[in-house]
């Protein structure tokens, strides 16, 4: 104070670190039900209802960092299984490993800060992975992919759930409006950041379509590679067994 500045009390700071944290946290919620009309709720919960992942399995949620999908993992794996959230940035994994404590999910939960391009486990440790709207951000895709095998057990499966190619032309010229026009302006309005938003259309319109990550996953070594649209192409789960 005799310098003309306030400290902020250690405490009082971790107070407003944790607000800044969990309103990030809950934009990026209100963020994803605006851009998808909260479809992706929907999308998440077929995506774990289909895995074929059962009581008891030890399962890796890659870029698993809002926590969506352990939640919806959890009931699956019950008591005995075991699920480790990894994602590479830290505040993400922090949120969701806060979002998951304060619904009461504590008990064979694992946080781990990682590359999905180099995984830092041992082979054959995972009954599953689990990657929802992760590989797009990877830089590496084909390596991740040979890490994510790396780490299956023999008969364990990936499953990838992520943005794809819509089919139909009606569709597909909404689809080009929503994400070119409408997603831009919901991130101005609503995040202040109209440029994050234009990039996140640009890298779904980059990402592999279903056939060419189909291709890749069966290059990286996976057995029995299977797609499944969901609402025309707009997203598709990828799933993949290790032999
Ligand atoms: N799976 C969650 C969901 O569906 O709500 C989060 C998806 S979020 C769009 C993408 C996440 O991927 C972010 O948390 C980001 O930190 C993480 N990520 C990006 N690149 C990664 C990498 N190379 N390895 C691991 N995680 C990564």
Known sequence: THFGYREVPVQEKQRLVGRV???VARRYDLMNDLMSFGIHRLWKRHFVAVSGIRPGDCVLDLAG??????ALLKPVVGDRGQIVVGDINAAMLGIGRDRLTDRGLVGGLAYAQLNAECLPFPEASFDAVTMAFGLRNVTDKDR????????LKPGGRALILEFSRVRGELLGKLYDFHSFAVLPRLGQVFAGDADSYRYLAESIRKHPDQETLKAMMTRAGFDHVEVRNLNQ???AIHKGFRY
């Open 21 to 23: 944290f969990t309103s």
């Open 65 to 70: 960092g809002t926590g969506d999908i352990a």
């Open 233 to 235: 192409g707009i997203v």
């Open 144 to 151: 991740a992919l040979a890490e994510i095998r790396r780490v």
